[in-house]
């Protein structure tokens, strides 16, 4: 049996699922800001569970067996990402034994509709599935003394980012309260696992292990690019002493335990691996050298691995035809094949078909598809859904920045490709669908040209706006053109300005978990394009599309990247500020703005609101996905809203997690983004952050990721770091004890328990040492006001 934390957390289910049943009807409504949240009520018929025994690996009224899941948060998370709707349901089981009969509050958090049961009496429900803000349902339990049964069913629409989180926290006096199993021997296997994992680290590469009880392997896990490699299956090695090294090419592991009835892994990142990659001889290699290398390597490789078992590859058959090739080496497949399966994956309408198109358009224009496809080709062109109010319905995300302007020029371009034909979901001519997508087009450019990018400097989808840009400067009319070459460059440029020390030390509009590691960020790919003794990432071979353009890049982007600034710039509803020295980058997004910028009402919430343009959908986005609202208490999104750095590799940022575990598919996540926005001030080299976490919030802490390994020398206490690498100094203060959390998959990571906490940091250079760099920071005392204003306003409108 397991007692309970201080924050009253079941930590030990039984879960049976994700059972995953396809949806075929048509959404109710175009607009997926009234159709999903309606089909998500539709799908959660709230069936009850049926109350049998549960044991491990056998079936539950899902027809899929038990398994243990715990060891870590409170919340079951079995988050992931759907490209096709799905209705997904999971049901989960647990006991509490209790000394005596007693009442205690509980607590049912989630994003799935989910109904609690206590002893076969429906105690609590979540009504509906959201995709956004977690819900929380309250009330009295009792329990009998002795073993109390508890069962939770949640049902969730599974479509793109899917949130399928639930879980019971438990408030009052817990005394004499112990959680368990009904299946009592996977309970002592559960614990026996449990114990081996927890005693388990990496060190310098080896994995050292305190218990050897049970059957425990590794494997690698670092991530595959290309969909062959991901689909190959990964060797598992056993584990039979307690040290095994691991071989100096891998950088990231898995390792598994199994005990009995229980299997648990955990992810172990070797920090000290992790390291940039530079092109053999890049300090000599000039642009036009590296510029081939770069689509050499999109060119070897089959298919851009997406995940799922399903691979993207538009990007390397375009940079094969750059070299007049149509098969990767050793390939199983060649590209006509490889093409059909993409075709088939633009007729499903999966998410992110809109990047396909946009690739396969370019190859059209620029190299021709094989004649005995352009049938097949035609049709896939005519029949696909270019926007949210044409016939059908699926789970394509057209809303974001990058993707609004994907399906906005695939329109027009598609339209100019085939003028005369009819396109049935549409329902216009392909003269008619140019029209409307360029008009679109227009106002994309007018508004990025007036307020500046809303996914600024995303490590990510910089990459594809990039891409889609090309289209425009290669393909569109005479007008079009030169606007989108002129916006290709300010992206250039102020990605440039953000380079340190050969990575991107930058806040971001959107973010994924590779912020951990600036210098392999996907915006590097472009970096690298420009200055080739940079270090390279592959950026999911986006740069393919620069291989028949007639774009060509700016002057002075490789000085930007050196230079010294001092700036804020505006960009989408964000003020950037950068303070970038030879030593040290201080860099964060204003929370609140101090420049009297006031928001406007959403159009959206409008009671008439006008759908017929960009602006709509730039509320809509706003609406549903929370991206431009960098107010503190604001719930986040994918908002990365700090970065210090001395170097590339030696950067530290802390956010508020969205979930309590590194890993799964939640936005904001673990260590991307910011489940309750911050308060933040910076003035040149010095900054001020506070967090304040409200009760409607389950994760009551904030982390810091400091890498030690990665500094030259360092000095630290419960509230302070000093860091030095090179000539550049750090000083960290946090307002709570930091507290090394070890339990992760990254070394480096610093945790602050409580509702209210903040941080100072200080960058400087020109010290004689580290010593009289601690003496110079502990003078300057931080003064942060803990109860500083966290008002936003009316808030209900961005979540």
Known sequence: MWSFHEDGWICHWMVSGPKEEAISESAPDWDPLIAEPEMRVKIADHPAPDFGKVNAGENSML?????????????????????????????????????????????????????LYVNGEKCLTLEKPVYKPIQRAEGAIHLKAGRNRLDLIAQHLGV???????????????????????????????????????????????????????????????????????????????????KTQVPKEIAVILLRVRCGKVTQERFFEITERIRPKFVPGSENLTYEENREIIFRRIADMMSCNRGEGIGFPIANILARRHFGENRAPGAEKDDAALLGDMLALIEERYDCADFLMAGLIRLIFARGVPPEMEEQVRHAVLNFRYWMDMDGSDGMCFWSENHSLMFYSCAMLAGQIFP??????????????????????????????????????????????????????????????????????????????????????????????????????????LMNLINPALPYSFGEGWLAFFADSRYRLPEGLTEKMSAEADDKTV????????????????????????????????????????????????????????????????????????????????????????TERDGGDLRPGYWHGNGVMPWISQEKNELKVVYRIPEDHPVHMVHLYCPLSRFDRFKRDDHWFFLQKGQGYMAIWCSGKMKEWSAGAREGEWRTYGDKTAYWVLCEEGFESLETFEEYARSRKPRIDMNISFESGDRTQYL
């Open 63 to 115: 027809g899929l067996p038990w398994r243990y899941m715990g060891g870590g948060d409170g919340m079951i998370n079995l988050s992931a990402f759907y490209s096709t709707m799905r209705k997904v349901t999971f049901a989960a089981n647990t006991e509490i034994v209790s000394e005596r009969e007693k009442t205690v509050t509980a607590v049912l958090w989630g994003y799935a509709g989910a109904d």
């Open 160 to 242: 793109r980012d899917t949130r399928l989180v639930a879980g019971v926290q438990l408030k009052g006096d817990l005394q004499g309260l112990q959680s368990t199993l009904a299946d009592e021997e996977c309970a002592r296997d559960a614990e026996s696992a449990e114990r081996i994992l927890a005693g388990a680290s990496v060190r310098g590469g080896v994995i050292c292990l305190s218990d050897l009880s049970g059957e425990i392997s590794w494997r690698a896990a670092d991530p595959q690019e290309d969909l062959r490699d991901a689909q190959r299956p990964r060797e598992w090695y056993r584990v039979t002493e307690s």
């Open 420 to 525: 005369d034909e009819t396109f049935p979901r549409a329902g216009k001519t392909g003269r008619d669908l140019e029209a409307w997508g360029r008009a679109r087009v227009l106002e994309w450019l007018s508004d990025v040209e007036e307020n500046g990018f809303e996914e600024f400097l995303s490590s990510v989808y910089m990459c594809v706006t990039f891409a889609v840009l090309l289209n425009l400067v290669d393909f569109g009319d005479e007008e079009i053109s030169a606007r989108a070459w002129k916006i290709t460059d300010r992206l250039l440029e102020m990605l440039s300005k953000h380079v340190f020390r050969g990575g991107m030390i930058a806040p971001m509009g959107r973010v994924y978990r590779g912020v951990l590691d600036p210098f392999e960020e996907g915006a590097m790919a």
């Open 571 to 658: 960009t989408g509803h964000a003020r950037v500020v950068l303070y970038k020295k030879e030593n040290y980058c201080l860099t964060s997004v204003e929370s609140p703005r101090t420049d009297g910028f006031q928001r406007e009402e959403n159009e959206t919430l409008k009671a008439n609101p006008d759908r017929s343009g960009h602006g709509y959908v730039k509320a809509f986005n706003e609406r549903f996905h929370g991206t431009t609202c960098f107010e503190p208490g604001t719930r986040g999104y994918q908002q990365h809203m700090w970065h210090a750095a001395l170097d590339s590799e030696a950067a530290v940022f802390a956010n508020h997690p969205g």
